[in-house]
């Protein structure tokens, strides 16, 4: 299939602004030469058929510029639009069964979870608001399909984030800025057994309805109670992304 060059796209562009600027000199300077003569000297004067084709000619000759001059940046308006009515379209099917308490997402779906970026993850959360001493807090992006941000407790010594589905699961996800938190796991109604989160060593507490997650992280100590299986939580756990605190 052949196109037009951009020296193709250029040579008619000149033609049309060459035509369009000797229309516009010829009319210009017809209007001199009637404007110099007296009304009575002009006997044969032009009918009204001839200058509503001649008024047409210069309307389409006007009309072809402007959509040479803009075709580019039509193309691109219209590009753009698309993508958006394409990312409005995917946030209003996907967004659905997380919409609460999650703005703006742009979501991927696997059959059995919610994949989401972590600028979006964030939504929900204060962060221009972090107490003095945090400069950064933890966000999860990954989440089981249909959970969704309840609530978010930003304290000075800790930031508790609560999830919740529509089948009554929850995930809260508490952590601190500092390693030397003492974490208590009651291991008397529930059994703990050793594991790592990222190559960091972890501890869970399972007791068959709950199950508890604790490690530590560059400085940061982390406790995840959910009542999800212990795989899905270690998968929530291991997406815990850091994000800064925004400058104001």
């Known amino acids: 299939m052949s196109g037009k060059g951009p020296s193709s796209f250029d040579d008619e562009l000149f033609d049309l602004m060459l035509r369009h600027a000797v229309i516009e000199s010829a009319q210009a300077q017809a209007q001199q030469v009637m404007d110099a003569a007296p009304a009575a000297e002009d006997p044969f004067p032009p009918s009204e058929r001839y200058l509503r084709r001649i008024e047409r000619a210069h309307r389409r000759q006007k009309r072809a510029l402007f959509v040479q001059l803009h075709r580019r940046a039509l193309k691109t308006a219209a590009s753009v639009l698309l993508v958006l009515f394409g990312l409005a379209a995917t946030s209003f099917v996907t967004v659905s069964a997380v919409r609460a308490g999650f703005l703006n997402f742009l979501l991927g779906e696997a059959s059995d979870h919610t994949k989401v970026m972590l600028s979006d993850a964030a939504e929900g959360y204060d962060l221009a608001n972090l107490p003095e001493g945090w400069d950064a807090i933890y966000i999860p992006t990954y989440l089981p399909e249909g959970f969704q941000l309840d609530k978010v407790t930003i304290g000075k010594e800790a930031v508790i984030a609560q999830y919740i589905d529509g089948k009554n699961r929850y995930i809260t996800i508490t952590q601190w800025n500092r390693p030397d938190v003492s974490i208590f796991l009651d291991n008397e109604h529930g059994q703990l057994q050793p594991h ?46 850091k994000y800064e605190k925004e400058l104001s």
Do not use: H, P
Request: some cysteine; hydrophobic content about 35%; glycine content about 2%.
């Open 196 to 241: 790592t989160v990222n190559d960091n060593a972890a501890l869970i507490r399972s007791d068959g309805t709950d199950t508890s997650i604790a490690w530590t992280k560059d400085d940061y100590s982390f406790l995840v109670m959910s009542s999800l299986s212990q795989n899905d939580l270690l998968n929530t756990c291991e997406s815990l992304k």
